[in-house]
């Protein structure tokens, strides 16, 4: 629906010698809208022991752990309604260089294209190591500074344990 200021001159005789871009209008599909959106991935094949890894990493974290199954499609036993949760979630991660990594959409304050996945344990080492290195400045710089890097369930908790 367009405004007054861009109808007043409809219905008036057009000039067809003025290269005024009058004939030119907006397309109404949703394309228009929200831009084409191409989801193009490489697909490689991930190496066996970096998949057997990967699930012994992330044994104790349900959530990574059904994220790296559904990725390597090693979730063919569970039930259909789980799969389909598993894949939902698995599109906001990836597998490469032997890791697990988050993808990080617009729906961030700061812009960060990926961050690893670690379990709790890793995250425990690399929070007490950032509180020690850094400075003491407690648990919401330490936070900032970890989320930047890595994501983990539940660092909230895990960075308090650990300073």
């Given at each position: 629906i367009a405004d007054g200021l861009s109808r007043q001159w409809e219905g008036q005789p057009r000039n067809s010698g003025l290269q005024d871009d009058s004939?030119?209008?907006?397309s109404e599909d949703w394309e228009a809208n929200t831009g084409l959106i191409n989801d193009m991935l490489?697909?490689?094949?991930v190496d066996e022991q970096i998949a057997k890894n990967l699930c012994k990493r992330f044994a104790n974290e349900s959530v990574f752990l059904e994220v790296v199954?559904?990725?390597?499609?090693?979730?063919?036993a569970k039930?259909?309604?789980?799969?389909?949760?598993?894949?939902?979630?698995?599109?906001?991660?990836?597998i490469e260089d032997g890791k697990l990594w988050r993808l990080h959409g617009g729906t961030t304050v700061r812009a960060r294209s990926k961050v690893?996945?670690?379990n709790r344990?890793?995250?425990?080492q690399l929070a007490i190591k950032q509180h020690e290195e850094n400075g003491h400045w407690g648990r919401d710089a330490t936070k900032i500074a970890l989320t930047d890097r890595i994501y983990s369930p539940k660092l909230d908790a895990t960075i308090m344990e650990a300073i």
């Open positions: 004939e030119w209008t907006v490489l697909i490689s094949p199954e559904s990725i390597l499609q090693m979730d063919s039930l259909l309604r789980d799969r389909k949760r598993a894949r939902h979630r698995a599109s906001q991660f990836l690893e996945c670690v344990e890793e995250a425990k």
